[in-house]
């Protein structure tokens, strides 16, 4: 009887550790997350690119912050010969040409943006060379940058990993 009761108390001891065994493997795999990187703290889209096309969108890009600072200057000013250079600076004929290769890196909605951006600048310079007035020319502005906000809210770059 004893040996008996032996037995069972051992298979206990033994089915007990397995249990505590798995437990405590299951808690470490619950445990391990993975450690945060730049992705987790940032739900932007990430558009992958290389170095030189990473540079020539943030040349773009400045580009279009100068024209805008511009064209606050010279709208206050009154000077709407100035207003609609600027603007035609970052228009649809001075955009910068990306290769297909480049374009196909590009989400559709990312292409729209641009393209828009281009052409509102195109219909601020149009309105200057039109003389519209100041007020009208500040809030075609102001819808504008719309685009430059929507843009930045939902997209951002990362230069793609060169092979070493
Ligand atoms: C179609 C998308 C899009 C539009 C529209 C857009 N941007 Fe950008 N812009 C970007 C992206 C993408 C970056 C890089 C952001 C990142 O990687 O964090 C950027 C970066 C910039 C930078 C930083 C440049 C640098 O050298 O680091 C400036 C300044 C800027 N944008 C200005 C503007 C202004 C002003 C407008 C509107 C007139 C505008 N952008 C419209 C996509 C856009």
Redo the contacts with the bound molecule.
Sequence with gaps: MSKYKFYWADTAALGLLLILLASKSMAGGTIETPPDDEASSDS?VE?IVTPAERNQ???E??G??E??QTVIVANNAGDLDTVAVAGRK?GRANMTPHSAEFKDKLPMD??K??M??HLR?DKLALGAEQSESTDQLSQQLGE??G??V???KT????VQRQPL
């Design positions: 932007r558009i969108i943030l040349e890009m400045r279009l912050l024209a805008v970052v990312f292409r943006l641009g828009d951006t600048f504008l940058m685009n430059c929507a843009c930045h997209y951002r770059l990362t």
